[in-house]
């Protein structure tokens, strides 16, 4: 079956613009997850949904930062007004409830020039 | 504050032989250790877990040790075979609460194992 599939998988863009991350997680997952990979470090947690609503958002660096998941399957990550230091590979997660492993996508590679 | 750490970016070993990677965690709440596996250009694949109420869980050439008192756990693959290079997360998870769902990471250990 699929798995995981994130689009774009490259995106590059000019500091200061708006982008949208997507995320398709594996059918029936009810758990949603979102993770940043900075280079050489470990992923670093976002928001989780559970099903619809955001259950943790604690990971969003700041308001620039949002995430909606309106039906319960696809996601999308929205940055604002991008910096550089927002550059990073953007991971997605799903899981078949809260707690299961959690299966990644290949993750999105976000450039800020 | 880095609650996840592994303190060695990298690990290199002979085929056949052992490797041991190594996590330090500094969080009382974390209940639930995990072990990923990552290729480049791929997203962390599960490998491994283990529960705090054990101090051992093993599957095939892998396990993990868990020593709570010392907060470290470490992953043994034996033997280790040149499939095995990627990079190998240590990841953590809280009992409850809305921090459940939420995984913290280490830094990653880069194994490289040659024929």
Known sequence: ?113 | DQQVKQNSPSLSVQEGRISILNCDYTNSMFDYFLWYKKYPAEGPTFLISISSIKDKNEDGRFTVFLNKSAKHLSLHIVPSQPGDSAVYFCAAREAGGTSYGKLTFGQGTILTVHP
Do not use: M
């Open chain 1, 1 to 113: 079956g699929a798995g995981v599939s994130q689009t774009p998988s490259n995106k590059v863009t000019e500091k200061g613009k708006y982008v949208e991350l997507r995320c398709d997680p594996i059918s029936g997952h009810t758990a949603l997850y979102w993770y940043r990979q900075s280079l050489g470090q470990g992923p670093e947690f976002l928001i989780y949904f559970q099903g619809t609503g955001a259950a943790d958002d604690s990971g969003l660096p700041n308001d620039r930062f949002f995430a909606v998941r309106p039906e319960g399957s696809v996601s999308t990550l929205k940055i604002q007004r991008t910096e550089r230091g927002d550059s990073a590979v953007y991971l997605c997660a799903s899981s078949l409830n809260l707690g299961a492993e959690q299966f990644f996508g290949p993750g999105t590679r976000l450039t800020v020039l």
